[in-house]
């Protein structure tokens, strides 16, 4: 058998074509790293082998991701025959009855689904430890801290070696969050470039974005190929992009203007191992032969901005509640919600149509303001996290309340919301750990529909900074390459 782990789903998929390994072979390779390393990371959490072993008896298409198996969010992502909770009490054993567009997508790709990843409550915190699954998720570079959130549980799946790759979604940085506590690449696309249909138009009013975490760039934009494009019936669709984001990887992006944003766009402190990695990161780049000078984020009100999302959010888990209610004919007990969930419904339930329309409205003009600073750069380049991944129970707690919830996120990653609000491509480079061992992600942000140009300059750096070797301590099978540490 081969080994497993020194493979990317591509990779793995030729290997499949070559008949060097067998679909069953790499199912059984994910299963029995659940069965080994999932108890401590609590990252999976469904699974249905006999389903999963079906799908391969059944025949799989000669896509891209042929006979890798892969796990997605417990959000969202609808797989027939999976039981999908949205991390929430309420929605236990809800069985999906067919596939979103996405997740049909993923299977024309070739992929074999093999189990759910943890989420926190509709994905609400930047942390995974949603009380339905027991107890939280893991990080598997140190046990004691967060993966992340909100697709932590596929970050921490694909950072311990169960899988390459796993499906996630970004509606506030819940892609890149979990990226950078990981050590993953992690990109979240423009607004409409993957499909959230048929049940919806978009999600979080076009704020929200379907894509994966990975360990290599080449994965993760093999699978922006296969799901890109509009799905029939969307209301907007981003740009196609000429020869596709595959082949952006494989060429050089060029002399970049690249701004260096080393001011949190609220004020609030960065720790100095976090920004040591971005003016690292800021000289990496001038090496390759890029042009950095300072800038900030686009002049905006950080608390109009945090407004957006509240509502928006709020909304969210309120329509997703009333729909379940609808199914089950009966409201939530107290017990089956999170005590933030309630809030954030009432919240929601307070608010007006016109309420929602100026919320909309701001989150357009935001995305115009980001424009036009763009005109000046190519990307910008920020911290993905203002701290290294935090201890378990710091970020989720029993009296914490919504609007507590905002208010403690805004010291942790106010440079993410900005690329949701403006509907832009952003991504979390895993290209620097911290003196004990924890990866610090940079962060990136472009121009709408331009993630070809984010995959180039992503490829680039690692080739010039490789980390796919660089595993933590469950995932090594052998003595792991040197990680680049940060001194602040």
Same mark, same amino acid.
């Given at each position: 058998?081969?080994?497993?782990?020194?493979?990317?789903?591509?990779?793995?998929?030729?290997?499949?074509?070559?008949?060097?390994?067998?679909?069953?072979?790499?199912?059984?390779?994910?299963?029995?790293?659940?069965?080994?390393?999932?108890?401590?990371?609590?990252?999976?959490?469904?699974?249905?082998?006999?389903?999963?072993?079906?799908?391969?008896?059944?025949?799989?298409?000669?896509?891209?991701?042929?006979?890798?198996?892969?796990?997605?969010?417990?959000?969202?992502?609808?797989?027939?025959?999976?039981?999908?909770?949205?991390?929430?009490?309420?929605?236990?054993?809800?069985?999906?009855?067919?596939?979103?567009?996405?997740?049909?997508?993923?299977?024309?790709?070739?992929?074999?689904?093999?189990?759910?990843?943890?989420?926190?409550?509709?994905?609400?915190?930047?942390?995974?430890?949603?009380?339905?699954?027991?107890?939280?998720?893991?990080?598997?570079?140190?046990l004691e801290r967060s993966a992340g959130g909100s697709s932590g549980g596929s970050a921490a799946a694909v950072a311990a070696g169960i899988v390459p790759m796993a499906a996630a979604s970004d509606g506030a940085g819940s892609i890149?969050?979990?990226?950078?506590?990981?050590?993953?690449?992690?990109?979240?696309?423009?607004?409409?470039?993957?499909?959230?249909?048929?049940?919806?138009?978009?999600?979080?009013?076009?704020?929200?974005?379907?894509?994966?975490?990975?360990?290599?760039?080449?994965?993760?934009?093999?699978?922006?190929?296969?799901?890109?494009?509009?799905?029939?019936?969307?209301?907007?669709?981003?740009?196609?992009?000429?020869?596709?984001?595959?082949?952006?990887?494989?060429?050089?992006?060029?002399?970049?203007?690249?701004?260096?944003?080393?001011?949190?766009?609220?004020?609030?402190?960065?720790?100095?191992?976090?920004?040591?990695?971005?003016?690292?990161?800021?000289?990496?780049?001038?090496?390759?032969?890029?042009?950095? @000078? $300072?800038? =900030?984020?686009?002049?905006? &009100? *950080?608390?109009?901005?945090?407004?957006? !999302?509240?509502?928006?959010?709020? %909304? #969210?888990?309120?329509?997703?509640?009333?729909?379940?209610?609808?199914?089950?004919?009966?409201?939530?007990?107290?017990?089956?919600? @999170? $005590?933030? =969930?309630?809030?954030?419904? &009432? *919240?929601?339930?307070?608010?007006?149509? !016109?309420?929602?329309?100026?919320? %909309? #409205?701001?989150?357009?003009?935001?995305?115009?303001?980001?424009?036009?600073?763009?005109?000046?750069?190519?990307?910008?380049?920020?911290?993905?996290?203002?701290?290294?991944?935090?201890?378990?129970?710091?970020?989720?707690?029993?009296?914490?309340?919504?609007?507590?919830?905002?208010?403690?996120?805004?010291?942790?990653?106010?440079?993410?919301?900005?690329?949701?609000?403006?509907?832009?491509?952003?991504?979390?480079?895993?290209?620097?750990?911290?003196?004990?061992?924890?990866?610090?992600?940079?962060?990136?942000?472009?121009?709408?529909?331009?993630?070809?140009?984010?995959?180039?300059?992503?490829?680039?750096?690692?080739?010039?900074?490789?980390?796919?070797?660089?595993?933590?301590?469950?995932?090594?099978?052998?003595?792991?390459?040197?990680?680049?540490?940060?001194?602040?």
């Amino acid at each position: 058998m081969i080994d497993y782990e020194k493979y990317d789903a591509l990779a793995l998929a030729d290997l499949v074509r070559r008949r060097e390994v067998s679909p069953k072979e790499l199912l059984h390779e994910a299963c029995k790293r659940i069965d080994e390393r999932n108890p401590e990371l609590n990252a999976v959490v469904w699974e249905n082998r006999e389903l999963s072993a079906q799908l391969i008896e059944d025949g799989l298409p000669d896509g891209p991701f042929c006979g890798v198996p892969l796990l997605v969010k417990d959000s969202g992502m609808p797989v027939t025959g999976f039981v999908s909770t949205n991390g929430c009490r309420f929605f236990e054993g809800a069985t999906q009855t067919a596939d979103s567009e996405l997740t049909s997508r993923m299977r024309k790709a070739g992929f074999v689904f093999a189990g759910m990843t943890t989420s926190p409550e509709f994905g609400m915190n930047i942390t995974t430890e949603a009380r339905i699954y027991g107890r939280p998720t893991r990080n598997p570079w140190n046990l004691e801290r967060s993966a992340g959130g909100s697709s932590g549980g596929s970050a921490a799946a694909v950072a311990a070696g169960i899988v390459p790759m796993a499906a996630a979604s970004d509606g506030a940085g819940s892609i890149r969050i979990p990226a950078s506590a990981c050590g993953l690449f992690g990109l979240k696309p423009s607004r409409g470039r993957v499909p959230a249909g048929p049940k919806k138009g978009e999600g979080l009013a076009g704020l929200a974005s379907y894509h994966a975490v990975s360990r290599s760039v080449r994965d993760s934009a093999a699978m922006l190929d296969a799901l890109g494009g509009a799905d029939l019936g969307a209301p907007y669709a981003a740009p196609t992009p000429d020869n596709g984001f595959l082949e952006a990887t494989r060429r050089a992006p060029g002399r970049l203007r690249i701004g260096l944003v080393e001011t949190s766009p609220n004020g609030t402190p960065i720790a100095d191992e976090c920004l040591a990695a971005i003016r690292e990161t800021a000289r990496l780049c001038e090496s390759l032969g890029h042009h950095v @000078e $300072p800038t =900030t984020l686009p002049n905006i &009100e *950080y608390e109009q901005q945090t407004g957006i !999302f509240k509502l928006l959010i709020g %909304v #969210s888990a309120l329509g997703a509640i009333e729909a379940r209610s609808a199914i089950l004919g009966r409201q939530p007990n107290r017990d089956e919600l @999170e $005590p933030v =969930t309630w809030e954030a419904m &009432e *919240y929601a339930s307070r608010c007006s149509a !016109f309420d929602y329309s100026k919320i %909309v #409205s701001l989150a357009h003009a935001l995305g115009r303001k980001h424009a036009q600073h763009m005109l000046g750069f190519d990307v910008l380049l920020t911290p993905t996290l203002q701290h290294p991944p935090a201890p378990l129970g710091t970020l989720a707690s029993p009296d914490m309340t919504f609007e507590g919830m905002f208010a403690h996120h805004a010291g942790h990653i106010s440079f993410l919301s900005l690329a949701n609000a403006a509907g832009v491509p952003a991504m979390s480079v895993p290209l620097a750990w911290t003196s004990d061992g924890l990866p610090i992600g940079s962060h990136f942000l472009g121009a709408f529909g331009q993630e070809q140009l984010l995959f180039c300059l992503a490829a680039q750096l690692e080739i010039a900074e490789p980390w796919f070797d660089k595993r933590p301590p469950m995932a090594l099978q052998e003595s792991p390459a040197p990680a680049r540490s940060i001194q602040a």
